[in-house]
């Protein structure tokens, strides 16, 4: 933290006066604060305790400027090597999530290309309006961070999750974003591409062909590639749970959107890693009209959907390839001919019929194949420490290979 500019943004919720104790406490750490705060907030804490925790001035209104030689909101939004929104009001969200600029905070959030990471404080019900969720997931695909709020009892005397997390947490929170953000990860530079979810076949406006993937397993592969400091694009279909910040995102519904998706961006990638589970057929007709039940039986015509990765084995020049195999039967034998026919280097096989493993659980066991076989057998493990090591793998391999290619002067 420290040596570290933080932008620190307080907004008109009652949980403004644990803002205070942040703003302390990041001081101490070593870090220079700027406060800016909404004209509500001032309603709540005196600008002054702000000024004489973080010793610089608190800014309020955009026209404000203290210093002729620059535009206040533009200066603080470059300084800035992190700007932290604590407490994030429902309406502060919104702002966000509509590109709103109506006061200096929301002005700076706007103009900032720094990290920028929002502790939610608000009643338990504003805080799962479908409006918020909304507001949250857009957030969260534009790479917003959010540091959770607890669960416990409010301000307003209802009991439920919208309490700002505690100052210290947020500070420890913070210090591991720096941290991870300034050591020299293994998929630095490197621009990662990964599918997740369940894509979604239409027979007409209200009915559709799918599967049970969750996008859990690709989740966590993205958010371990984006730890290990890689550029990560994500492709993801139907998913049930929350999208992961801090990468790009890409929503798509069939298999044809996804190929299109993962086709544009091939060829910029390093890695791809294709947890996806892509529908193998759709209806060869999608019926424009909700189809009418008019008899015992109805036929459906189902057409063979590209296998997107077989085209990326085939188009595969310098990319390191992962897919994935989830069978009920037979793990190995389908494993390893998926791994050769689609030209990966390696395939992820589970076993999705296993307690604890496949769709829709937070844990996973899997078996990683190479062209020789099995090379890493995994137990039970939650999916994010599954993630963990499936890219430790890949890295080494991806290594070796340059340096394969760096001794053969570029040519392997």
């Known amino acids: 933290m420290k040596g570290k500019t933080i932008v620190l943004g307080v907004c008109g919720g009652i949980a403004a006066y644990k803002a205070a104790a942040l703003c302390s406490k990041l001081t101490q750490a070593g870090a220079k604060v700027h406060v800016v705060m909404t004209e509500s907030a001032t309603k709540l804490v005196g600008p002054v305790t702000f000024q004489a925790l973080s010793h610089e001035a608190v800014r309020v209104d955009t026209f404000d400027e203290l210093d002729p030689g620059v535009i206040s909101h533009i200066d603080l939004a470059d300084r800035a090597d992190a700007v932290v929104v604590a407490p994030a009001t429902a309406n502060m969200l ?241 494993a390893m001919d998926k791994l050769h026919r689609k030209n990966c280097d390696l395939v992820v096989g589970n076993d999705v019929s296993r307690e604890a493993a496949g769709f829709g659980t937070d844990t996973n066991i899997v078996t990683v194949f190479d062209k020789e076989g099995p090379v890493l057998e995994l137990p039970v493990l939650s999916k994010r420490e599954t993630a963990e090591r499936i890219l430790r793998l890949a890295e080494e391999r991806m290594s070796a290979g340059e340096r394969a290619a760096d001794a053969c002067g570029g040519r392997v």
């Open 94 to 334: 919104a702002k966000m999530a509509t590109g709103i600029a109506d006061d200096m905070l929301s002005t700076i959030l706007l103009a900032t290309t720094a990290p920028v990471f929002a502790a939610p404080a608000m009643n338990v019900h504003m805080y799962g309006h479908p409006a918020t969720q909304a507001n949250l997931a857009v957030l969260r695909e534009r790479g917003v961070e959010f540091i959770e709020p607890g669960v416990g009892q409010l301000a307003c005397g209802y009991v439920g999750k919208g309490r700002m997390e505690e100052p210290e947490k947020i500070v420890e929170f913070l210090k591991e974003r720096f941290a991870a953000m300034e050591t020299p990860r293994p998929l630095s530079g490197k621009k990662v591409l990964v599918t997740a979810g369940g894509t979604v076949e239409r027979l007409d406006p209200v009915r559709y062909f799918t599967n049970d993937s969750s996008g859990k397993m690709g989740f966590a592969l993205a958010e371990a590639a984006r730890d290990h400091g890689a550029e990560v694009t994500l492709i993801a279909a139907r998913v049930s749970e929350p999208l992961p910040a801090g990468v790009q995102v890409v929503r798509v519904t069939s298999a044809l959107d996804m190929e299109e998706a993962v086709l544009s961006r091939y060829a910029d990638a390093d890695l791809v890693i294709k947890a996806a589970a892509v529908a193998d057929y759709r209806p060869a007709e999608t019926a424009p009209q909700k189809i009418k039940k008019t008899g015992d039986t109805l036929q459906v015509t189902l057409v063979k959907n590209p296998d997107i990765l077989e085209e990326l084995g085939r188009r595969k020049d310098r990319q390191f390839l992962i897919g994935f195999a989830a069978e009920t039967d037979g793990l190995e034998k389908h």
